[in-house]
């Protein structure tokens, strides 16, 4: 699934972005409309990424988020799963809570690409997203940190000594709590990002372009507690998903 320029940001903030401590990110720092970006230093842009504030860059980049946020709240989903996802090993797809309620981990979650790098993994919550402390987010089989996706209809909460996957798409805001390792992006429509002492590396993806559109229905269910949808999942017609691969140098 496509990000745009967006993709190029670690931390966007559509308020404000607060850090506290020595947080640390190799790809770009910013926020539109907003005008405040705090805590950096102590806090580290590593090069290649910079920081944006209230400019030109930021500004598409918000654009390009709000249409990637739409794209993934619009997705079909393919199966229904526990408001907690502590336990699950899920297949590529798209998944949500009964009626898009809110999402937590309380453990590990694993996602299995099932030897496709392609395979694109979208979650979706009308409301919030909240990860427990020290949860973990673990890829098998080909899975790739780019291609998973969080949308957020509210706030999303990264627990204190989490290892979080994946690209949180949040419409209000962000807090990424002490001493989380994201690997992917923490992208904020109209609210702040509030970091502390974290580290965020750009997510690996493997540069083979996809046949197919992969988040097509599992070819077999989840394990626990994942229920099939009412209606049978549809496919998915446009042609944005895959890898995302704009800045393949980015190593962290």
């Known amino acids: 699934m496509g990000l745009g320029t967006s993709g190029n940001f670690a931390v966007l903030g559509g308020e ?13 720092l910013g926020v539109w409309p907003g005008s405040s970006i ?3 230093p102590p806090g580290l842009v590593n090069a290649p990424g910079t920081t944006h504030t209230t400019d030109s860059v930021a500004q598409l980049a918000q654009s390009d988020l709000t249409t990637a946020y739409d794209n993934a709240a619009g997705r079909p989903l393919n199966a229904t799963t526990t408001s907690d996802l502590v336990g699950l090993t899920l297949p590529g797809g798209v998944y949500a809570g009964t009626d898009k309620s809110p999402l937590s981990l309380s453990g590990t979650l694993v996602l299995d690409g099932g030897g496709d ?3 694109v993994f979208i ?6 997203l909240i990860t427990g402390s020290s949860s973990t987010v673990s890829l098998i089989n080909g899975a790739q940190e780019c291609n998973v996706f969080w949308q957020v209809g509210s706030s999303a909460t990264l627990g204190t000594g989490s290892v979080f996957v994946g690209n ?3 419409l209000t805001s962000i807090t990424v709590t002490t001493g989380v390792t994201v690997h992917g992006r923490a992208l904020a429509r109209t609210g702040a990002v509030t970091l502390d002492t974290d580290t965020f590396s750009a997510p690996t993806c493997d540069l083979t372009p996809p046949t197919s559109d992969s988040t097509s229905p599992p070819t077999s269910p989840p394990t626990s507690s994942v229920t099939p949808p009412s209606t049978s ?13 704009r800045r393949p140098a980015y190593t962290g």
């Open 16 to 28: 404000a972005v607060t850090n506290t401590g020595p947080t640390t990110m190799g790809m770009d």
């Open 38 to 40: 705090t805590g950096f």
């Open 117 to 119: 790098p392609s395979t």
């Open 123 to 128: 979650f979706q919550t009308d409301s919030t």
């Open 168 to 170: 949180i798409l949040a």
């Open 233 to 245: 999942p549809g496919g998915n017609s446009d042609t944005d998903l895959g890898p995302d691969v």
